[in-house]
């Protein structure tokens, strides 16, 4: 009971005390948003923007869809510093998280990342109703919109569509993924895409099967290409 008051608290600390590090819940300094320059600097980056065709990454999808480069900001890990951002970015409704820290990435894109030039349009995968409902927002959308402000692309959320409830993903092996999701989304506007290079954009990639079924319905609607960029990734 006292560890749920106090489980309780800190979600009430964190909705009243936006200055508190996410990560280590020290105080903000005057020029820190979200985490303290110690645990920024902290972040377990990838650079995999530095190696975007590297094979181990696209692997995921090799014989299944083709996917021009993937990118993920930090690597996930139970328990980390990630695992705070995106729990805060997805359970406890702060999606200026997700824009923020995507901006920080697109900085490091914009300025590292030549292929990155190459994106026309970025594209978050989307949520069921009533999950973004239940949600308030779609995470995803938020980081796309803060790619889109860093990197000067624009951020389309009418493009794909989550027509069908997705079950949970946690207690399924890849196949059973796949199966579950190959008929989640679909294409409207599908003009807004056409011969143009798309970026999905997601908060973290595990094993791929939901960005494939996305990166599927893009290429049958006629886009040029599809990439990759997601906040985290899981090792596996
Ligand atoms: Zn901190």
Redesign the pocket.
């Known amino acids: 009971m006292i560890r749920f008051i106090r489980a309780l608290l800190a979600d009430f600390a964190d909705l009243l005390f936006p200055t508190l ?6 105080s ?1 300094g005057e020029n820190e948003v979200i ?6 600097i902290s972040m377990p980056e990838t650079n995999q923007h530095k190696e975007p065709y590297a094979a181990d990454l696209l692997n995921k999808f090799a014989g299944k869809v083709p996917v021009r480069f993937l990118a993920s900001y930090v690597y996930f890990t139970k328990g980390g ?1 990630v695992q705070k951002l995106i729990h805060g970015i997805k359970y406890k409704g702060r999606k200026e998280v997700a824009k923020e820290v995507a901006g920080w990435y697109g900085y490091q894109l914009r300025l590292e990342s030549n292929l990155i030039k190459e994106i026309d349009v970025l594209i978050g995968v989307p949520l069921h109703k009533s999950r973004f409902q239940q949600r308030g927002y779609n995470q995803a959308d938020w980081i796309a919109e803060g790619l889109s402000e860093a990197l000067n692309v624009p951020n389309r959320t009418d493009v794909l569509i989550c027509k069908r409830f997705k079950e949970s993903q946690t207690r399924k092996n890849r196949l059973e993924r796949w199966e579950n999701v190959k008929t989640v989304f679909s294409v409207e506007n599908g003009l807004a895409i056409q011969d143009k290079n798309v970026a999905i954009v997601d908060d973290v990639i595990t094993t791929g099967a939901t960005i494939e079924a996305c990166a599927v319905k893009l290429l049958e609607a006629g886009c040029k290409s599809v990439s990759v960029l997601t906040l985290a990734a899981v090792h596996q």
């Open positions: 590090c996410l990560g280590c819940t020290n903000l985490l303290c320059t110690k645990c920024r510093l």
